[in-house]
């Protein structure tokens, strides 16, 4: 079975700060995905940027992008020019593609507070 | 089409009553998902529909959970003599089987209270 660890329950930064969200994944599997969500307080949860395994180029969506380390199993968050709005928990998932339930294994969160 | 709806958005219920909960996906994703989200963790994995065809279910989910999706629209996930451990956000998020980026729409959630 697959587990994800976010070993940074809480990180606070002020805002323009550039701040790194951790995150370790264990998988015997070759072929999968990796993706950020974004769940700010008390509002659904949506997808801040996906990661296919086979890919070695790290994803980028403008003021976020990852370094995945396939070897070493780490998937990390970088999160640019932070803002207010940044705020929220964010969650690191794991996802097998294929023909089953596609579900999504999450890690713990890491609560980010951006402060003005 | 405003995205994944999920009805109530709070419940608060005495231990040993029943609840019943309704996700309304998005009209063209034909993947259905239930998640159920702890204070302080991540979400878990409850249930997968395909169409109306419940595919996939979590040992997450006892004898005292039940999922539907009739016709394969909306969705119905009732509680059975809810328990306080039962007490959690129950997550609903939907898919379209055809999208190789795999994205999920998730919605605002159920908060439930078992007192």
């Known amino acids: 079975a697959q587990t994800v660890t976010q070993s940074q329950p809480e990180m606070s930064v002020q805002e323009a700060e550039t701040v790194t969200l951790s995150c370790t994944y264990d998988t015997s599997e070759n072929n999968y995905y990796l993706f950020w969500y974004k769940q700010p307080p008390s509002r659904q949860m949506i997808l801040v940027i996906r990661?296919?395994?086979?890919?070695?180029q790290n994803a980028t969506e403008n003021r976020f992008s990852v370094n995945f380390q396939k070897a070493a199993k780490s998937f990390s968050l970088k999160i640019s020019d932070s803002q207010l709005g940044d705020t929220a928990m964010y969650f690191c998932?794991?996802?097998?593609?294929?023909?089953?339930?596609?579900?999504?294994?999450f890690g713990q969160g890491t609560r980010l507070t951006i402060n003005p | 089409d405003t995205g994944v709806s999920q009805n109530p958005r709070h419940k608060i219920t005495k231990r040993g009553q029943n609840v019943t909960f309704r996700c309304d996906p998005i009209s063209e994703h034909n993947r259905l998902y239930w998640y159920r989200q702890t204070l302080g963790q991540g979400p878990e994995f409850l249930t997968y529909f395909q169409n109306e065809a419940q595919l996939e279910k979590s040992r997450l989910l006892s004898d005292r959970f039940s999922a539907e999706r009739p016709k394969g629209s909306f969705s119905t996930l009732e509680i059975q003599r809810t328990e306080q451990g039962d007490s959690a956000m129950y997550l609903c998020?939907?898919?379209?089987?055809?999208?190789?980026?795999?994205?999920?729409?998730f919605g605002s959630g159920t908060r439930l209270t078992v007192v």
């Open positions: 998932a794991f996802m097998k593609p294929g023909q089953g339930a596609q579900k999504l294994v």
């Open positions: 990661q296919e395994a086979y890919k070695q």
């Open positions: 998020a939907s898919s379209y089987y055809r999208d190789r980026n795999y994205g999920y729409t």
